[in-house]
Structures are given as C-alpha cells and as structure tokens.
C-alpha cells in the first residue's frame, strides 16, 4: 500500500470535524447497558474526541433518556423496552464466528441502529490496533540481537481447534522450518511474566494467526508485537486486508506465499540475511501501537451524534455480522 509513507498510521481512524462554532450546544448521554467485563466507562472521557460534548454512564436508571445504548454482546441475554428515537448499538470485537450463536434470532432483528466493533463500516470504528510513529525510535544494538537468535519461529497459543484452521497450517509449516509451540496447544513456557519478550531473544519470527479469517479482523496478536522490546518479525495470517493496517516490511502475510513450503523456504533466506531482517527489525521499531478497541469507537459514537448524517435504519444483525465478512481457508490442503 503506497501511501504508508504518510505521517502518521493514525490516519487509518476515520477524519472527522474538529469541535467548533456550529457543533451541538446540546449534550449527549451515552448509556452502556451492557458492559464487558475488561472495560470500565469511569476510566474514559471525550476530552481527546473532536467532539467533546458527550457522558459515558453505566446507570440503567438514565435509560429512558439517553441519546445512545450500548449492548456489548458478552454481556447481556435480554433486551429492556425501546424508548421511541433512541440509537441502539450493538458492540463487540469478536470476529462473527464467536458471536453468531447468540444472534441468530429474529428476536433482534431490527432492533439495533448502529454498530460499534473492529470492522470499518461501523460507526463505532475499534479496531484492535492502531499504530502511529514514534516520537523516539529505541537505539539497539541490531547486530547483537540478531546474532543471539539461533531458532526460528515461536508461537504461543491457546485455542487448539479454530475456523481459520491455523493449527494444521502451522502443522504443515513445521515439516518445513522449525516451529516452537507454547501455550495450552504446546509446551509451558518458562517465562511467565512476558514470555514473548524473552522468546524473541531466540527466535527470529512469531505466528500472529488469527482464530478467523474475517475482513479487518486484526487483534492483539499482532498488535502487541509492536512493543519495542519483541524483536521478532511477525508472520500474520487473518484480515485479508491487512495491508491496510500494518507498515510494509514491517510483518510477513503468508497469503503472499503459495504454500507453507513456500513461506518456509522464504523465512530461511531472510534469517541467513543479516542486513535484511535487521531491516524489518528497524522499520517495526518505528511505529507503535497506541491501543484502540472501544476507546476509539466511543469517539465515533459522539462524533455521529452530533452530526448526525446517519439517516434513521435498523440493522438485520445477523446478516450485517455475515454478509461479505469472512472467507474459509484456502491456503491449507488436508
């Protein structure tokens, strides 16, 4: 994708009109109804947003007048009344294999208005990784990492059996290059605190596979090699649009590879080339991931409801989570 080369991958959020003299007088309630587990409303403010007159509440008594709900999909088995005019939105961050079975209902048809997860048509846009430049680029001493590094690939992993079928493309791989698997599908690993940290020391790359091949569906396993301190390259097989995500010579796309053997034997010359996997070392370190999820899309949420440029629709939830989203594998023959 040529215009990586711009300033800033925080471009990939979409623009939207800085706060002014013909944004709302009036104030938003956003109510989230149902909240996951791992996020707290009380640690978010739209002070950052480029609109600003928003309120986050977790009160169910404010219900009847809030602007916007929020249903995060973990977190709710019933759906209270339906005040007249109010914004339904349906979140998650799952791809839909792992959300399809609590959604395929009538029950919800029509009842949801906009949505708020990692894919970009969603009002809420949250992807799981945004990256941007770094301010200041770590100083490393490239040659000694790479002269340390005496295996090739790891991978840590916990779920065994998945639709994207990474387990037998990864058992495929093996038979080509050495692949070294930790996690509840492997072997223990030593180092509890931050196992990919120190991985890193000793292999040259790292699967970030997803669990479902889905249109922008990236997630932290490739986010987080953008830490500074994994001196990996990342092999990523997920988002059939990756590229519109991540840096170039900065990660590895096995669909670029016709076959495992093929990956294999091109992870074998750029590991006997010190120049040239220093290369993808010094680009990663260039950029870093600011985590997004559903700060992000909480912005997007304020943003729409000041505007509002949306014209009124319901959603078909479970045909919006499907329709044009995820693809089987085709790149593992069994």
């Keep these: 994708m040529d215009d990586w080369k ?13 706060l002014g003299a013909n944004a709302s007088e009036t104030s938003f309630t956003i109510l989230f109804y149902a909240t996951p587990v791992w996020f707290s409303p009380k640690s978010f403010d739209f002070d950052k947003c ?11 008594q404010l219900l009847s007048t809030s602007e916007a709900v929020i249903f995060h999909h973990t977190s709710f088995l019933a759906l209270p009344e339906k005040p007249n005019g109010q914004v339904w939105i349906f979140a998650t961050l799952e ?5 399809y079975t609590r959604f395929k209902t009538d029950k919800l048809k029509g009842k ?35 002269m340390n590094k005496t295996k090739n690939i790891a991978w840590i992993v916990s779920n065994c059996r998945t639709q994207s079928n990474r387990e ?33 020391k000793s292999h040259r790359f790292y699967l970030s596979f997803e669990n479902s091949l889905c249109k922008d569906y990236l997630t932290e396993k490739i986010a987080n ?33 016709e076959s495992p053997q093929k990956l294999a034997a091109f992870l074998k010359m750029l ?21 997004g999820k559903l700060k992000a899309g909480l912005c997007d949420i304020c943003y729409h409801l000041n505007v509002k440029k949306q014209k009124p629709k319901t959603i078909d939830l479970n045909k919006w989570l499907w329709e044009n989203q995820c693809h089987m594998p085709n790149d593992i023959h069994t």
């Design 95 to 99: 791809s839909p294999y792992l959300t």
């Design 271 to 291: 590991g006997r080339n010190e120049t040239r996997y220093i290369s993808y070392l010094k680009e990663k370190d260039k950029y870093m991931d600011i985590y």
């Design 6 to 18: 711009r300033t800033d991958f925080h471009m990939i959020k979409k623009q939207q009109q800085s």
């Design 50 to 60: 480029s609109y600003r007159n928003c309120k986050l509440t977790e009160d169910k």
């Design 225 to 257: 090699m953008y830490n500074s301190d994994r001196n990996f390259i990342p092999i990523v097989r997920g988002a059939p649009n990756a590229e519109d995500y991540l840096p170039q010579k900065t990660y590895i796309l096995t669909s670029d590879f």
């Design 168 to 200: 037998a493309y990864v058992k495929e791989l093996s038979k080509y290059i050495d692949v070294d698997i930790y996690g509840k599908c492997g072997k223990p690993c030593l180092f509890k605190e931050d196992c990919k940290t120190h991985l890193s």
């Design 112 to 146: 949801f208005n906009w949505t708020m997860t990692y894919r970009k048509d969603s009002e809420g846009f949250s992807p799981y990784i945004i990256l941007k430049k770094r301010l200041y680029i770590p100083v490393k001493n490239y040659t000694s990492i790479y």
